[in-house]
């Protein structure tokens, strides 16, 4: 029940947070398409940079739900999985499938990419 119970918090947290981020981003004169991009490739830097620092406090008692709190809760729901496919899918309807393309590609790359430079500082 308490992995629940912190999984839970994380992800009301990690949804108002977004929901907050959305709202700034809005201001700004970017496409509607890049405002999940950003808040997705900075949800995979900071898995990225949590991970390797949650495994040196191995010994740590409360590790497991702090993983669980943050990883699967916070991070987990601030970053929007539906929502970057929504925004893909509302793109191919439009037929903008190169703009879809584009997306797709840059999301996954900067993805991964911002988690492999986040897991390396993370282990310095």
């Known amino acids: 029940m308490a992995d629940f119970f912190f999984i839970s918090l994380g992800a009301i947290l990690g949804a108002n947070i977004r929901f907050q981020i959305l709202n700034k981003l809005k201001k700004s004169r970017l496409k509607s398409d890049f405002y999940i991009l950003i808040i997705n490739i900075f949800a995979s830097f900071s898995l990225g940079f949590f991970l390797p620092i949650i495994n040196q406090l191995g010994s740590f008692i409360y590790s497991y739900q702090v993983i669980l709190f943050f990883s699967l809760g916070f ?15 509302d793109l191919c309807l439009q037929f903008k499938f190169s703009r879809a393309l584009n997306l797709f590609i840059f999301s996954s790359f900067l993805g991964v990419f911002a988690f492999a430079f986040g897991f390396f500082l993370g282990n310095q």
């Open 75 to 89: 991070l987990g729901s601030m970053s929007s999985f539906s929502s970057y496919i929504n925004d893909l899918y």
